[in-house]
């Protein structure tokens, strides 16, 4: 499940495929979600995820759809905790098929 490219946060996208190209800051962008500023500048950086209210709030304003972002941070939690747990679940036999 870890793939071969690195898992790439959310932030990391909403960065340099949204806020860059359209010189705003995070700031910016918090004002027009009704936001905290920290909310999207710690989203931005990484430092933490994207919740079902921003989901909706950035799929709004950018006119993408909630899941997109879901998906993108469901895909990057899927990837962190694989390879976290990569030699516990190396322990788990698949169920044989009847």
């Known amino acids: 499940m870890t793939g071969i490219l690195p898992p790439i946060h959310p932030g990391e996208i909403l960065r ?16 027009h979600l009704n936001v905290p500023r920290t909310r999207i500048e710690r989203l931005a950086a990484g430092q933490t995820s ?23 941070q469901a895909g990057y939690d ?12 190396a322990k788990i036999r698949a169920r044989e098929k009847a």
């Open 16 to 31: 340099e495929e949204y806020l860059e190209p359209l010189h705003m800051s995070a700031g910016a962008l918090a004002k």
């Open 50 to 72: 994207v919740t079902t209210d921003t989901a909706l709030r950035l799929a709004r304003f950018f006119q993408t759809s909630p899941e997109f972002w879901m998906n993108m």
């Open 78 to 89: 899927l990837k962190i905790e694989a390879a976290a747990k990569k030699g516990e679940l």
